[in-house]
């Protein structure tokens, strides 16, 4: 895992106590010492296609600082240990609403045929690509009518799909990098009692291969993997590296629920879970 090298302990908690007061100053220094872990995170996204990296990384900063309001710099629980599920969700959440299929009527689909063929234009007689100024002047078009344009020609992409990192890791597909919206709850229940519970600890009641997942997954003590990657480490399929973190999760909301009088939801396959039309 990625993080900040610079910073001793005493400095990372009191950086977020004095952020999360409200200190302008604090809360840059924050974001500086963590773009490097932020970046690294991004990487396990795809680029291109509708999600740009600098738009990743906009969400990451978003999702530390939501961490910082969230963390109790009085337990003994590493900052980015905590704060790397936020800055996950946070990415996660982006790329699925910007590879969201954008329906457009006939005359938004004719706006957008003017507003390519505009942008085209541009690009040949002057080399460069157009500034939204440019391209309102050029199409007639009002500005929030072209950025929904915009927004619609970035390309839906199938969750199946091949990210597009450039490397080796971008073989993951779209489906694997994304969250199971019940065990990503369950885990967020999880971190938010860190109050209380260490969660390097609290993982060490889990299975091994369930410790591998969970640990892995979510970047706890070890750098972040898809489940496919995990999967591969494992000598299992992606699908059941899911399932063995969903068996995981339940574990964990278990011993919690042991322990603390919590509403923790359990993930889905979990027992307690029904949905779908197949649901007793």
Known sequence: MTVPVHLTSRQERDLVVATEAGDAEACRRLVDAFLPAIS???????IGDGVLREELLQEGVVGLLSAARRYD???NVPFWAYASFWVRKAMQRLVAELTRPVALSDRAARDLAALVTARSEHLQARGAEPTSDELV???????????????AARTPRSLDQPGLTGDAEGAAALRDQLPDGAAELAFETVLDALERHDVLELTERLGDRERVVVRAHYGIGVP???????GDR???TAERARQIEVSALGHLR?????TRDLDVPAPRGAPGYASGPYAS
Do not use: K, Y
Request: no cysteine; hydrophobic share 40%.
């Open 224 to 230: 972040q993997q898809t489940l496919r990657q995990i």
């Open 254 to 258: 278990n011993v919690l629920a042991d």
């Open 234 to 236: 494992l000598g299992v």
């Open 137 to 151: 002047r050029a199409t007639g078009l009002s500005r929030p009518h072209l950025e929904h344009l915009e927004l």
């Open 73 to 75: 710099a009085t337990r």
């Open 40 to 46: 690294a995170q991004a990487r396990h996204f795809p």
